[in-house]
Nanobody, 125 residues
Framework: QVQLRESGGGSAQAGGSLRLSCAAS????????MAWFRQAPGKEREVIAR????????YYDDSVEGRFTISQDNAKNTVYLLMNSLRPEDTAMYYC??????????????????WGQGTQVTVSS
């Protein structure tokens, strides 16, 4: 049973930084992709960053590009999200996602194979 455990959420002031981590356990397989989604109150869950394990191909949503950096440690099946220049509109519940099936992208919320429990990020102005 694959489990994703997130850590690193919390509160920050606008302009500050936070680093999220997500470790996959319960498997020795390497993930196909890992991603970070976020969901603000009253809004849909949206993908903000994704990395492919095979070639480290990256995807960023326009809202975070240039401010957030996704990275991975394949040996540990762990993905990180470094969030710089935080804004109040970054306030949301952040979810780690992973897929271990071939040819899946981790970009479409309903098709994601595994989810973390979520970690709250709150940015004050």
């Amino acid at each position: 049973q694959v489990q994703l455990r997130e850590s690193g959420g919390g509160s920050a002031q606008a302009g500050g930084s936070l680093r999220l981590s997500c470790a996959a356990s319960g498997t020795t397989a390497r993930s196909t992709c890992m991603a970070w989604f976020r969901q603000a109150p009253g809004k849909e869950r949206e993908v903000i960053a994704r990395i492919l394990a095979s070639n480290s191909d990256l995807y960023y949503d326009d809202s975070v590009e240039g401010r957030f950096t996704i990275s991975q440690d394949n040996a540990k099946n762990t993905v990180y999200l470094l969030m710089n220049s935080l804004r109040p509109e970054d306030t949301a519940m952040y979810y780690c996602a992973a897929d271990f099936r071939p040819n899946f992208s981790c970009l479409i919320s309903p098709t994601v194979q595994h989810w973390g429990q979520g970690t709250q990020v709150t940015v004050s102005s």
